[in-house]
């Protein structure tokens, strides 16, 4: 029997600077997530949109462990035995993708290894994937009798087109992350010593930017994308305009003109 430890461990937040960092640690079952973790997800997702803080948040394995192997297949005869427990499970499915969606902050999925199932559920609701040489993807459904909840097929879809999405899916194959990154899927394909220090390297770039202009290109995007979560034409415009009233575009005019780094506080 593999030892296991609490949830809270399992699915835990760090915080380095302005960036969060999400972090799956259950090498027992290389990083699959059970129904509590699932959960978690959302919860903690949720606290880094709240935190004035951050500025960038960051989904991974911890350490060297896989990004997400998916759902935990041993749970399929406890709490997905039967279409109410299965229902349950998905909608946690739903909560965790489109609190990540929805996050206010740029994301980032920083993917080793496996990223199978839920995993690429999880990395496509991110805005970002940077992936390490020995990454793998599959989308195995068919392989298991079930259906994917359309919240996490949109996001897949959204992240590499319809027909690819249903080449993976039809023949849940296991795809490399070279093919992944010619399908779109990896924004940026890195060496596998490289991976913590460029996604390291992209969150602070990111994180150096203007918070609100960020903040309203993201609603910005997803509402062109469809999501709901997103609100209306005048959510959209009223992100935008608080920009224009912001001091940080005080700031960022000035610095310009001065040739100097702008320092923005997102207000």
């Given amino acids: 029997m593999h030892a296991t430890h609490p949830v809270s ?16 640690d259950r090498p027992e079952r290389k990083n699959a997530l059970s129904f509590e973790m699932w959960k978690e997800v959302a919860k903690l997702i949720g606290e880094f949109s709240a935190n004035k803080a951050l500025r960038v948040a960051v989904l991974r394995g911890a350490g060297e462990l896989p990004f997400c192997s998916g759902a935990d297949i041993s749970e399929f005869e406890t709490v997905r035995a039967n279409a109410e427990g299965a229902r349950a499970y998905e909608e946690a499915n739903v909560v965790a993708f489109d609190a990540i969606a929805a996050c206010p902050l740029p994301t980032i999925a920083m993917i080793r290894s496996f990223c199978m199932g839920g995993g690429v559920g999880l990395a496509a ?12 993807f ?9 259906a994917y909840p359309p919240s996490a097929i949109r996001y897949i879809v959204a992240a590499i087109g319809a027909s690819n999405a249903k080449d993976m899916l039809y023949t849940a194959r296991r795809v490399k992350a070279q093919e992944a990154e010619k399908l779109g899927f990896i924004n940026r394909l890195v060496a596998e010593d490289a991976l913590e220090s460029e996604v390291e390297k992209l969150a602070m770039t990111i994180a150096e930017n203007a918070p609100l202009s960020l903040k309203a290109g993201k609603l910005a995007i997803n509402y062109a994308s469809g999501y709901e979560f997103a609100g209306d034409m005048n959510a959209v415009k009223k ?17 310009f003109l001065a040739k100097r780094k702008p320092q923005f506080k997102g207000e």
Avoid: M
Avoid at 12 to 24: F, N
């Fill in 9 to 24: 461990q399992q699915v835990r937040a760090e915080i380095k600077g302005p960036v969060g960092y999400l972090i799956l």
């Fill in 125 to 136: 609701a991110c805005d970002l994937r940077i992936a390490s040489e020995s990454a793998e």
């Fill in 138 to 146: 599959a989308i195995p459904p068919g392989k298991l009798g079930l």
């Fill in 239 to 255: 992100a935008a305009d608080r920009c224009f009233d912001s001091a940080d575009y005080r700031e960022g005019r000035a610095a």
